[in-house]
């Protein structure tokens, strides 16, 4: 329940890592992996390239947990 | 399913950019020693040849297609694989290449056309389910051309590693196939028999 509200204040605070895992314990998996995608984009236009691999092997695990949980 | 092997192969295909991108800017506005090593310069060829395999028709965000052939044709030259850096030369004539290395460019494309129209021997890789020797870039993908086995690569180096993939038969119990996994092959001299369990130190 106090999971959402905490994550949303996560998010807007930067701390992006754990916002991303609170969003999990919200059952918001979708919100999580938008995070991802936002983490993402932005190591790409700052060129770490190196992040950018970890986000999109991240993003690779995780859209492999939703087939396994199709809700 | 299928967004998570894309998101599989773009995470491989910028860590590989991630070594490119850094050799290229390293080198090409400071002078540091720490490209100069060999080692880490034959990874940073392997990894060129990675991206030039597994990019196809993808162009993902913030990849400068000019660095990676620019990369695979100037080590290319460097360790004579001069097949796989002409056709780099050649690639780089069609893209907009940077105003400080055109000149560069120019003259070692007209350099390499004096060289032989092949790669050195010991750099091609041998696929390890076929032993079928691969040439060093294959545009179509990461696989054996002749029988499409997928090349597994190291991400430190971006070498092949000696791993081919293979699934027991469905009637053989696991157990069953740990125990045959750990026999020694038959030898030339028995008939054929399955060997002795070798013991193995753990």
């Known amino acids: 329940m106090i999971n959402l509200p905490y994550a949303d ?61 199709p809700q | 399913m299928d ?22 800017e390293e080198t090409s506005y400071t002078k540091t020693s720490a490209f100069s090593d060999e080692v880490i310069q034959e990874a940073i060829f392997n990894a060129s040849r990675f991206l030039v395999n597994n990019l196809g028709s993808r162009v993902p965000n913030g990849i400068n297609i000019v660095y990676v052939f620019y990369a695979m044709a100037t080590l290319g030259y460097k360790f004579e694989a001069f097949k796989t850096a002409r ?5 780089l004539l069609s893209l907009k290449v940077p105003k400080a290395w055109q000149e560069r460019v120019d003259i070692d494309h007209l350099k390499i056309r004096a060289k032989p129209y092949n790669d050195k021997e010991g750099l091609a890789w041998t ?4 032993i079928c020797v691969n040439p060093l870039i294959n545009p179509k993908g990461d696989f ?4 499409g086995a997928p090349g597994i690569r190291n991400f430190g180096s971006f070498d092949c590693l000696p791993l081919v993939e293979f699934v027991p038969e469905s009637n053989v119990p696991p157990v069953r196939v740990k125990e045959l996994l750990k026999m020694d092959p038959p030898s030339a001299e028995s008939d054929g028999g399955a060997g002795q369990p070798r013991q193995r130190r753990n």
């Open chain 1, 9 to 69: 204040w996560l998010s807007v605070n930067d701390r992006f890592d754990e916002a991303q895992q609170a969003y999990k314990k919200a059952n918001r998996p979708d919100l999580s992996l938008k995070i991802i995608e936002f983490l993402t984009a932005n190591a790409i236009s700052e060129k770490r390239f190196k992040d950018a691999a970890q986000y999109y092997f991240a993003l690779s695990t995780e859209s492999l947990k939703l087939v396994k949980n």
């Open chain 2, 3 to 24: 967004n998570h092997k894309e998101f599989l192969k773009l995470a491989e295909i910028y860590q590989a950019y991630s070594l490119v991108n850094t050799y290229i």
């Open chain 2, 87 to 91: 056709e780099g030369f050649e690639k």
């Open chain 2, 127 to 130: 696929c390890n389910r076929c």
């Open chain 2, 144 to 147: 054996c051309v002749q029988c």
